[in-house]
């Protein structure tokens, strides 16, 4: 657990330096923070979406996850936990901050270095990976954070949560984890770091959040990829 501290520790104290950049910035100067991290998200997600080897699988999860999704509103979901955490402790003024806690949670979340990370650390007391990662939260985080204000902070509560959570298990799931499900879980979470992108770029809005479920049937899929050859 004291690599996940560590990763929660670099997304609030980069956040933090992105919200003093953040403090007073001009709006045509904000736009080109907004283009930066929209770039940035780009460049992630495409190189994860790369990471697919079964495309059918990729589009049925997509497909049935952002269905499964919608009918349960998880976007809603998340932004009514973000609308409460911003009541509590956030200004009312902060209009952005559901939008920067659901982007910067599925960032940070999404991605093979989380669940490698984690599993190291968990069962081999490896903390190398998740470090890693957290240098590149962070410095992900000021961009993040410059854009979208202090909701990015708080996705170290998600991080905290999920790769905690990860670490605690690892030793349980490790072995039901193959290099063919980290590189299609990889995709999706690239998929959905895509979707961001756009957003931020303004070329097309998506509730991202509906599309979540996606990562677990991908999960269903790859297990039953040796019984469903076509997958």
Request: with cysteine; net charge neutral; aromatic share 10%.
């Amino acid at each position: 657990m004291i690599a996940t501290l560590i990763n929660a520790a670099a997304i609030i104290l980069g956040s933090l330096i992105g919200l003093l950049i953040r403090k007073g910035i001009k709006d045509e100067y904000r736009k080109v923070v907004f283009t930066a991290a929209g770039l940035t998200s780009l460049a992630i997600g495409i190189q994860m979406v790369l990471e697919t080897d079964h495309i059918l699988s990729f589009a049925l999860a997509l497909m049935v996850g952002g269905l499964l999704g919608t009918a349960f509103d998880v976007e809603g979901a998340i932004e009514r936990l973000g609308d409460g955490l911003k009541k509590r402790f956030a200004r009312r003024s902060e209009d952005t901050f559901a939008t920067g806690f659901l982007n910067a949670s599925v960032l940070f979340c999404a991605g093979a270095m989380t669940i490698v990370g984690s599993f190291n650390a968990g069962t081999m007391g490896d903390y190398s990976l998740i470090l890693t990662k957290s240098v590149l939260d962070g410095f992900v985080s000021i961009i993040f954070a410059g854009a979208m204000g202090i909701g990015v902070a708080f996705a170290a509560l998600s991080v905290f949560v999920y790769q905690g959570a990860l670490t605690l298990l690892s030793e349980y799931i490790k072995p039901y984890v193959s290099d063919l499900m980290l590189g299609e879980l990889t995709a999706i979470g690239g998929a959905l770091v895509i979707m961001i992108a756009l957003g931020l770029l303004e070329i097309k809005s998506f509730k991202t959040g509906n599309f979540l479920p996606a990562m677990a049937v991908i999960i269903i899929l790859v297990l039953a990829m040796p019984f469903i050859t076509f997958l």
